[in-house]
């Protein structure tokens, strides 16, 4: 799971049973934020909040590309220089980029310098247009892959989490999205985009977030 590294937490900090830690408020949640401010905020107001917004479901699939085989936080620490260096993924600008953008954002030391990262993400903008003349959003698409109720675990627990890798689900996205062209969208790195943008709930049993975004995903009505 791409966000669920340990965000500074210790083994020691977190209950190594139910995979919670306390807040200096005293509120429970999920362990990987560590109790960093930043990182807290990001658990709390926008990891697992359904979301329909062309342009943040866009940006979110590309940084979970770029994540991949680092820390999320250090990819949300770089947010602001990545949407500042990508037209705040405006994928319809971003798919006119060149290869004097390519250039620029090599120089960019505010985000992650990866020539194919980088290329790709162009890459994904483009077929992100052609998605939208296809399904007339790209959260049409994207929420057409959510999981039904009944393949889901029963419960959302520390066990169960740490074994939610990649799913039937994202490996039907991951597969769909290749055959179109993206790139940088594994199975693992869509499953990451899919506990971001709130297609699942993987707060834990227990986290004080967990039952608000399940009450915002029963309210969230679907793009058709």
Known sequence: MAEQDSGGATKAERDPVTGLLAGSDGRQRCWWHGNLED??????????????????LFEKVCLEGFQ???????????????????????????????????????????????????ESTINNAKRALELKAEFGTLAAYFWSFEPEPANRPEKIDFATVRTLGKTEESTA??????????????????????????????????CCCRDRIEKARADFKRPA
């Open 39 to 56: 990182y807290l905020l990001y658990h709390d107001t926008e990891w697992g909040w359904p979301i329909d917004e062309d342009r943040r």
């Open 68 to 118: 991949s085989g680092l820390s999320w936080l250090t990819i949300l620490r770089k947010r602001d220089a990545f949407r500042a260096a990508f037209a705040n993924f405006e994928f319809e600008t971003v798919a006119t980029f060149t290869e004097a953008d390519v250039e620029r954002c090599l120089e960019d030391a505010g985000i992650v310098r990866h020539r194919k990262k980088i």
């Open 173 to 206: 996205l991951s597969k769909d999205l290749k055959k179109r062209g993206w790139s940088f969208v594994g199975p693992t790195t869509i499953y990451a985009f899919m506990q971001s943008m709130g297609m699942v709930n993987d707060h834990l049993e227990g």
